[in-house]
C-alpha cells in the first residue's frame, strides 16, 4: 500500500528505499545462536526484531526466504582464533558429546523462540551440515590468491584482500586504523597479517569436533560458515543480511570478504543491524553475568527481578523501542509495558461491544496511513504503537458513546489491529482463555492473603507450606517491600 519502505543501511549509513533484487521474492539471511548454552533476553531481542522485520515484509505480500543459521561448530572462545571451541570445552565441562551439547541448546533455543511467538526461519541450517561448502569455499579463496595455508590452516589475506577491495568498508574504517587498533604478531603466529583470520584450523588430536580437508584433519572458522550457507540458499548477492551491532567489526566485516573473494561481488544489498540490550546501562552478555535466561524472566526467578513477565509482555516492551536504539531492562519498564499491552489487548476485545452509529466522527484512512508510514520508516515500531493506542482511545470513546464509528469503522479498525498488533508485531492474546486467568488471579490473590496472614502470626510452617505447594505447580512467589507477589 502507500508510501515505499525504506531500510537504513549499515553500508551506506543511510535509509534507502527498498528494492529487493528479484521481486516479490526477498532473501534474509540473519545469523543465528551459537548453541553452547543457553540463550539470554539480549540474544531474544535481536531474533525477536528480525521476526518483526520478517513478517512486515511479508505483510507487505513479499515471499521470504528467511535463513537462520544454527552455529554448532567453529566459533573458538578467543576473537584471534585461539583458545578452544565453544561446543568442546562445554563438552568436557559436562562430560556430553559436543552433538549433546549442541542437541540440547538448540532444543532450548527454540523452545525460547516459540514462547516469543516468532515464527520459524524457512530454513536453519547448521555448521556442521556444511562442511563440504565450507571446504569448497576455502579452496576457492586460495585459489583466487586470497587465502593461505600456514601449517594445516588457512589464513584469509586481509592486506592481500584490500589492496583491491575495501576491507572494514561496513564499518567506515580504514585498514590503517584497523592495523593500529590490533595487537602485533608475536613472531610465533603462523599468520603473515596482524588482521589475517582462519578460514579453516587445524585440529590438535584431542580435538573432539573435526574433519578430514585439503589441508588435513580440521574445522571451519566461525565466519566461513554464514558465507557458504548463505550463498548456497540465497544466491551469490542477495537482499537483507542481519544480525546484531556487535556482529558489525568482525563477523560481518569478513563475510563480505570472504564472499567477495570466492564468488567476485558484494554478497549482501542492504545489511541491517540490531541494538543491544543492557542492564543498567551495560550489554546483555554471558561474560558480563547480567544475562538472565527467558525462563527466569517468566519466573520472576532471578534477583534482578521483582516479578516474572509474560512472554508477550516480554515481547511488546522490546516492540516499543526502535531496533536499533538500544534498549535498557528495567522492572519498571516492564511493568508499564505489561500494563499497555493489556490496554491493547482489552481495546481488541472492545470492538465486539461497540454499537455502530450511522454516521461517523472518526477518521479510519488517516490512521491507516499513519501506521504505514511508521512501518516503512525503517520499521519504526514505537511510532506504530503510538498510533495504535489513538486507536485504543477511539475504542474506548466509542465504547463510553463519546465518539461514533460505523460499523465500516468498527469492521476496519479490527482488521487493522488484526494486521499490526497480532501479524506484524507478533504480539497474541495470553489470555484468550480470559476466564481462567481471572479465576487464576483471584485465587492467588487469596492464596497471598492467607500466607501474609500467618506470616503475621508468625506462623511460618504454614507460609512456607504455601510457597513450597506453589512452587511445586511451577508458580513462584517473591517477598517485596509492598508485600508478595506471584508468577508462573
Ligand atoms: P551468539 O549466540 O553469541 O552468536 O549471539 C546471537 C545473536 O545475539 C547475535 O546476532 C548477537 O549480535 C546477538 N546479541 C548478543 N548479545 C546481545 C544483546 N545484549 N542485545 C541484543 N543482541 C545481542
Ligand atoms: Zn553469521
Redesign the pocket.
Known amino acids: 500500500m502507500t508510501q515505499q519502505l525504506h531500510i537504513y543501511n549499515t553500508l551506506s549509513r543511510e535509509k534507502e528505499i527498498f528494492t529487493p533484487l528479484n521481486p516479490p521474492l526477498v532473501g534474509l539471511y540473519?545469523?543465528?545462536?551459537?548453541?553452547y548454552s543457553d540463550?539470554?533476553?539480549?540474544?531474544?531481542?535481536?531474533?525477536i526484531s528480525f521476526d518483526m522485520i520478517y513478517r512486515y515484509l511479508l505483510h507487505c505480500g513479499y515471499k521470504v526466504r528467511y535463513v537462520r543459521n544454527i552455529?554448532d561448530a567453529g566459533?573458538l572462545e578467543g576473537d584471534r582464533d585461539e583458545g578452544d571451541d565453544k561446543f568442546t570445552k562445554k563438552a568436557k565441562l559436562e562430560q556430553l558429546e559436543p552433538m549433546e551439547i549442541v542437541q540440547k541448546y538448540t532444543l532450548g533455543f527454540r523452545d525460547v523462540m516459540r514462547e516469543f511467538n516468532t515464527l520459524p526461519p524457512s530454513i536453519e541450517p547448521t555448521a556442521t551440515g556444511h562442511i563440504c561448502e565450507q571446504i569448497e569455499m576455502t579452496r576457492k579463496i586460495i585459489d583466487s590468491g586470497y587465502a593461505y595455508v600456514s601449517n594445516g590452516t588457512v589464513y584469509f589475506d586481509v592486506e592481500n584482500y584490500n589492496k583491491k577491495f575495501a576491507y572494514g568498508q561496513l564499518t567506515n574504517r580504514k585498514l590503517e586504523d584497523l592495523l593500529e587498533n590490533t595487537r602485533e604478531l608475536d613472531g610465533q603466529d603462523e599468520k603473515k597479517g596482524r588482521l589475517d583470520f582462519a578460514l579453516w584450523i587445524k585440529a590438535k588430536p584431542e580435538h573432539l569436533m573435526q574433519w578430514p580437508s585439503p589441508w588435513g584433519w580440521g574445522f571451519p572458522g566461525w565466519h566461513i560458515e554464514c558465507s557458504a550457507m548463505s550463498s548456497k540458499y540465497l544466491g551469490n548477492t542477495f537482499d537483507i543480511h542481519?544480525?546484531?551491532?556487535?556482529?558489525q567489526a568482525t563477523h560481518h566485516t569478513n563475510e563480505i570478504a570472504q564472499s567477495q573473494a570466492c564468488n567476485h561481488t558484494a554478497p549482501v544489498k542492504y545489511w541491517m543491524h540490531?541494538?543491544?540490550?543492557?542492564v543498567n546501562g551495560v550489554?546483555?552478555?554471558?561474560s558480563a553475568g547480567n544475562?538472565f535466561l527467558p525462563g527466569e524472566l517468566f519466573t520472576g526467578n532471578h534477583p534482578l527481578l521483582e516479578k516474572g513477565y509474560e512472554p508477550m509482555a516480554v515481547r511488546f516492551f522490546m516492540m516499543q523501542t526502535h531496533y536499533r536504539s538500544t534498549?535498557d531492562f528495567s522492572n519498571e519498564a516492564l511493568q508499564a509495558s505489561e500494563k499497555g499491552f493489556a490496554r491493547l489487548m482489552a481495546a481488541i476485545k472492545t470492538l465486539d461491544k461497540i454499537k455502530p452509529t450511522a454516521a461517523s466522527t472518526f477518521d479510519f484512512k488517516a490512521l491507516q496511513q499513519k501506521c504505514y508510514d511508521a512501518m516503512n520508516d525503517d520499521f519504526n515500531t514505537p511510532v506504530l504503537v503510538a498510533h495504535l493506542f489513538d486507536a485504543v482511545r477511539v475504542i474506548n470513546s466509542a465504547n463510553d458513546g463519546k465518539e461514533n464509528l460505523t460499523a465500516q469503522d468498527i469492521d476496519s479498525l479490527k482488521t487493522l489491529m488484526h494486521h499490526f498488533v497480532f501479524d506484524v508485531l507478533g504480539l497474541k492474546d495470553e489470555n484468550a482463555g480470559g476466564q481462567n486467568t481471572a479465576l487464576l488471579d483471584g485465587v492467588m490473590k487469596m492464596i497471598l492473603e492467607i500466607r501474609a496472614e500467618a506470616k503475621a502470626k508468625k506462623d511460618f510452617a504454614t507460609s512456607d507450606k504455601l510457597r513450597d505447594a506453589l512452587a511445586a505447580l511451577g508458580i513462584t512467589i517473591k517477598d517485596g517491600k509492598d508485600g508478595a507477589v506471584w508468577g508462573n
Do not use: A, E
Not at 283 to 286: C, G
Open positions: 540473519v545469523c543465528g545462536p551459537t548453541v540463550v539470554h533476553l539480549g540474544n531474544c531481542r535481536t531474533f552455529t566459533h542481519g544480525g546484531g551491532m556487535d556482529l540490531t541494538n543491544m540490550l543492557t550489554r546483555m552478555s554471558k544475562g534498549l
